[in-house]
């Protein structure tokens, strides 16, 4: 857990940096017309900068005096964290193909069946059902068009 | 006074009419459903609808998005009581004594005492939001963009000297915010920022994505990493129950009216209904006779975090449609759909869109009546939502999630960006990093960055224009001393203990 904190407020100083940087080569003084585009950024950047290091260093100094403490996550909490994110992520990827309303009934059948361990029925049904009406709801409904991707277009035709 | 209740009647006026009616309807239906479901929140629920509420009217679609916040704020607390699992984080201080109590074979009492305690803290947030918006609505006008900015700096000096957490997160996290907000054009001089040569960058961040990812898919990472175990408690309100509920809550009176305080004062300060819940619960706990019976299921501890919960939510609206400041992360989203329907939230509104605000405040009467009656007749069939196994709705929520993101610009980016909030918001969480005030820094972002510029102007570049106006001075004064509450407080008890 502090190792996470330290390595998190070493990231926002980081952060910090990169945006005082893009301030001033937009200028952060007064300009012809008030202050200049990076005015309100490079107080932003240096606030992040001085705050985080003060983070980082309350960390720093508990870190040596009592250790790393608790792990960020619970043992074995990763595994199932990334099992929602890996497929969340290609769920997006494939959105870019074949569009968001495929990806995600692949996306709903693949989380239900592999790792919820769902029978096939339900994965099926829900799987196919949900994306279904929500398709017809948005894109037919509220006429709101949902991302077809590259192929989309051509698989659903209705 | 009685203009207020004239213009009330207009407002119901427009409620009633049955359109509104029927959305009001289903939008609580929805609420509640969205508050029972772990991991989807009331930010979320609204978020995701906005690009539905868009082709509709502009009071009706606020009115919906409004009825998903109360169904969400009565909703929450079912599953908090039943199943020990808060379905919102506003609910988590209903499962100290409201699981117990339910365990013990009271799960009816228990649901009751929630729902009356949450019906009493909306009805006071809905009177103070009726009687005391026009008078502060009345005083905003006279703002100019020293005060605007003074109005934020208060805000964000509550969040950092009155929030609890770690004061230096709570800045970091509100700076970060700040930043988010700047990326992409500049809206005074056009020039792009923070882009980095970049072109996905340009069009900025949007803070509904954020939302989406930040509170919903950052909530799911937290429940499957803890896991989901339904033990449920199966119930029915039984006519008993609500005879001892309502006992009860006259017996408590004072848990009743701290519950109620504290959350309409923290709803209106910025703060929203999940500290005010806690810190109700606080409050009541220590000033309590038997403060160590807390946590086995007594009365007062399941009234008090209700109650400020639903009043914190009611009262949130006061500042956003007073001043254009959301007073919970939810209102922020409502606000985002107002600004889309091109209302911009502040004192103007209740000059120019009188309808709509007065249609607003009296659908929060009407909704807030409605949806107490709605969960005490179904709160057992609502609860049965959570028995569909969470393999199946979680990877419903997420897709859900992904439209609402995708939905706000039409971009597949966002889709992405949400994901990687939903990691930030994970972390956030874990390391006690506040996510509240730092979204509210992104939606202020635009808004407090042109009110500092356009003072800074007419102060031509003099930081003392802030200090110098009679109606910034008192507010900037408030903000710093607030700012500073955490090292004044320490140094205070410090000199008045030597000196006795």
Redesign the interface.
Known sequence: ?RR??IW??VA?AL??V??IA??IR?GFM?GM?????????FY??V??VI??L??FF?AFTRYRKEGAGKP???PG?LK??L???I???A??VI??LVG?HIA?AL??AF??RV????GWA?TLL?GII??LL?YVT?DKL??????QGLWGGYLLRF | MVENINNLMVGLHVVFQPYNLMIIAVGLVLGIIVGVLPGLGGANGVAILIPVVVTMQPTSGIILLSMIYWGALYGGSITSILFNIPGEPWAVAATFDGYPMAKKGRPGKALVLSFLAHGVGALFGCIVLTFFSPILAEFALKFGPAEVFAVMMLTFSAFVGLGGKSPLKTVVAILFGFILASVGMDIVSGQLRMTYGTIVLMGGFNFIVAVIGLFGLGEIFLTVEEGLKVEGISTKIGLKDIWEGVKDVIRYPKALITGTLVGVWMGFKPGGATPASFMAYGFTKQSSANAAEFGTGVSPGIIAPEAAAHGAGTSAMIPMITLGIPGSPTMAVIMGGLMIFGLQPGPMLFKENVDFVWGLIASTWAGNIMGFFLVLAFAPIFASVLKVRFAIFMPLIIYVCAIGAYAVNNRVIDIYYMLIFGVLGYLFKKLDYPIAPMVLALVLGDMAESAMRQALIIGHGSPLVFFTLPLALPLMVAAILIFFWPVIAPLKAKMFGKKA
Not at chain 1, 33 to 38: A, F, Q, R
Not at chain 1, 115 to 118: A, N, R
């Open positions: 857990m996470a904190e998190v407020s926002f952060l910090g990169i945006v893009d301030s937009l007064w017309s008030g202050p200049e585009s990076g005015f309100f950024p932003l950047g606030g992040v705050s985080s003060f983070v309350n960020l996550m619970p909490a199932p964290i099992w929602v994110l497929p969340s992520a769920m997006v959105t870019e968001l995600a996306f709903l989380y239900m790792v919820g361990k769902i339900t829900v949900s994306p929500l948005f509220f006429l709101i068009p949902l991302p």
